[in-house]
């Protein structure tokens, strides 16, 4: 599939007759008009230098968005395919010069795409389940953990390994080791700043942080105490709807948002920041307007990760050696979604004693994108290939990543090569060389 020349291109009033057609038009055709076929994202896609085809390129995807809605093109299996199999890593967004709205048209072309669909395999069925009725509820998703802890200290997932198919025990092995109890816990609805305070911040904990990566809220939630900050944690916030947008399911993902709208807005007087320790949760709740619209804004604006906030407000912490040699590692939502590269890697290097190695693929995707690694684990594996290859390379002591999917993802390929090199967020080296220092904290 070759792309049309710039020059043909123009608005088309009149698109095509189908559903699909008519709702690609209204949402997104006017922003595939910012794409003007350069060709200079195609090197940054990994799904294409994986196929080395066009219509697996961001060129390919939005052509095929705009050829549907203008009636080109009448089948829309392709682009189903394609969106899906793409991994919304936004590294298109970064290699754009005509500033194209990549992530949001994705997005969008996916909705569109699954509302219209007309057959619901099983597994399309389970997912929306576990997207819908566990991830942002936390009574049954703390259930789940909890039967997989179970499973996991009785020996039962491996069992289920060996007996299961080879792509459901694939999916079992990128379970990470569910952490004891005490890390599961409620954060304190308000931690007092240590020492002269700063001002106020309130910490978004998300869905599956507090079951799986308690102890990285927990570490944000200290360090940016130690650092003059007083931490609130509001009861009423929820699951940001990061997964079901990407999954096609905005108008769920949408409900979701206005529900953190709500729980924050009140909160913005008196309110430094919105500080968030997941990749994803930050980058969606920055791009809330574009769901729930202008009411979002005050919130959004507010929204800070956690590294970017402490650097940016140049956190004086007493810090005390960690003697480790770290691989920082860049999520996609934060170095391409929010333009977040510097201030993880100046954070990391204010730890005395603390070696930060470059590696060969920091940008590059990890293939977890979401959900992406369980329903395309062939191109996800795929894509983390080279990626395992380089931090093989560099030879960390640790890999410090700062998104709970990534940090899974990157744990689990590791593992699967026999690398014993520990993977952890930022913020945990951070709380433990400012907790040696300043033990009483
Ligand atoms: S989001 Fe990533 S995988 Fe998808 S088109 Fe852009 S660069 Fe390629
Ligand atoms: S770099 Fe931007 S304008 Fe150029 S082909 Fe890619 S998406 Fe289109």
């Known amino acids: 599939m070759t792309p049309p020349p710039v020059d043909e291109e123009r608005p088309v009033e009149c698109p095509g007759s189908t559903p699909i057609a008519r709702a690609l038009h209204d949402e997104l055709y006017t922003s595939s008009l910012d794409c003007v076929h350069c060709g200079l994202c195609l090197t940054s896609c990994p799904t294409y230098r994986a196929t080395g085809r066009e219509t697996s390129s961001p060129r390919g995807r939005i052509y095929l968005m705009r050829g549907l809605a203008e009636g080109r093109l009448e089948d829309a299996s392709l682009l189903e395919e394609e969106a899906f199999l793409c991994l919304g890593c936004r590294a298109c967004e970064t290699a754009c010069p005509s500033g194209v709205h990549y992530g949001e048209m994705l997005e969008q072309a996916r909705t569109i ?8 395999s099983a597994a399309r069925t389970i997912e929306r389940f576990a997207l819908r009725r566990i991830v942002p509820r936390p009574g049954m998703l703390r259930l789940v953990v909890s039967l997989l802890a179970l499973a996991q200290r009785t020996g039962l997932d491996r069992l289920a390994a060996r007996l299961l198919p080879e792509r459901t025990a694939g999916m079992l092995a990128l379970a990470p080791t569910v952490p004891p109890e005490v890390e599961r816990r409620c954060m304190p609805a308000f931690t007092p700043a240590v020492g002269t305070r700063r001002g106020r911040v309130a910490l978004f904990e998300g869905c599956v942080m507090p079951e799986l990566f308690g102890r990285v809220n927990d570490a944000a939630r200290l360090v940016l105490s130690r650092a003059g900050w007083e931490v609130v944690v509001p009861e009423a916030q929820g699951c940001c709807g990061a997964l079901q947008a990407h999954a096609g399911d905005r108008g769920f993902a ?3 948002a206005e529900r953190n709208v709500d729980a924050f807005a009140p909160l913005l007087e008196g309110l430094d920041a919105i500080v968030v320790t997941s990749a994803g949760c930050s980058a969606a709740l920055r791009e809330s307007p574009g769901l729930v619209g202008d009411g979002a804004r005050g919130v959004a604006t507010r929204v800070r990760d956690v590294l970017e906030f402490l650097d940016e407000t140049g956190a004086t912490l007493e810090l005390s050696p960690i003697p480790e040699r770290v691989c920082y590692d860049d999520p996609c939502h934060l170095v391409h979604a929010q333009g977040i590269a510097a201030a993880p890697r100046r954070l990391l290097q204010s730890i005395p004693g603390l070696e930060l190695v470059a590696h060969r693929q920091p940008e590059a995707c990890c293939g977890a994108a979401g959900i992406y690694n369980l329903t395309q684990p062939e191109m996800s594996a795929q894509v983390l290939a080279p990626k395992l290859d380089a931090l093989i390379e560099a030879a960390p002591s640790i890999v410090a990543t700062a998104n709970p999917g990534c940090a899974m993802q990157l744990a689990s390929g590791l593992a699967g090569r026999g690398v014993e090199a520990r993977v952890v967020h930022p913020i945990e ?13």
């Open 113 to 120: 795409v699954r509302e219209q669909a007309t057959d619901f």
């Open 254 to 256: 949408r409900g979701l």
């Open 429 to 441: 080296l951070l709380e433990a060389a400012s907790r040696l220092a300043a033990p009483s904290a």
